[in-house]
C-alpha cells in the first residue's frame, strides 16, 4: 500500500513539471492567411491553454505519466510511448487559429 501511495505521490509531482508552452514562428503570416496574425498570439494562448485545461482528465493524464516513466522503464521501453492529450490540444488549437506552431 506505501508503494502505491508513493508511487501516486511522484506521479502528481511528475504531472505538473510536464506543462507544454508550443514554440510559435511569429515571423509574418502563414501561408494560408491573407494578414499577418501575429498580434494575436497572445490573446490566442491564454484562450487556447484554457480550452486545453477544461478538455483534459487530469486522472487519466497522470497516468499517462505513470506508464511513460514506472511502466515503460520496467519494461526497458519496448512499451509504446502514450501521447499526452493537453499538448495535442493546445497545439491544434493554436494552429488552427492561424499561427505555426514549431514543436
Known sequence: ??????????????????????????????????????????NDLIICKKLA??????????????YNVWWRASTLWLADKLEYTYPKIYRNCVSNRGHSVVN
Open 53 to 66: 485545461k477544461d478538455n483534459t482528465n487530469n486522472f487519466a493524464e497522470t497516468g499517462k505519466v505513470v
Open 1 to 42: 500500500m506505501r508503494y502505491i501511495l508513493t508511487l501516486g505521490i511522484i506521479a502528481a509531482f511528475l504531472q505538473g513539471c510536464a506543462s507544454y508552452t508550443p514554440i510559435i514562428d511569429s515571423n509574418g503570416r502563414s501561408g494560408t492567411f491573407e494578414s499577418s496574425k501575429a498580434e494575436d498570439i497572445t
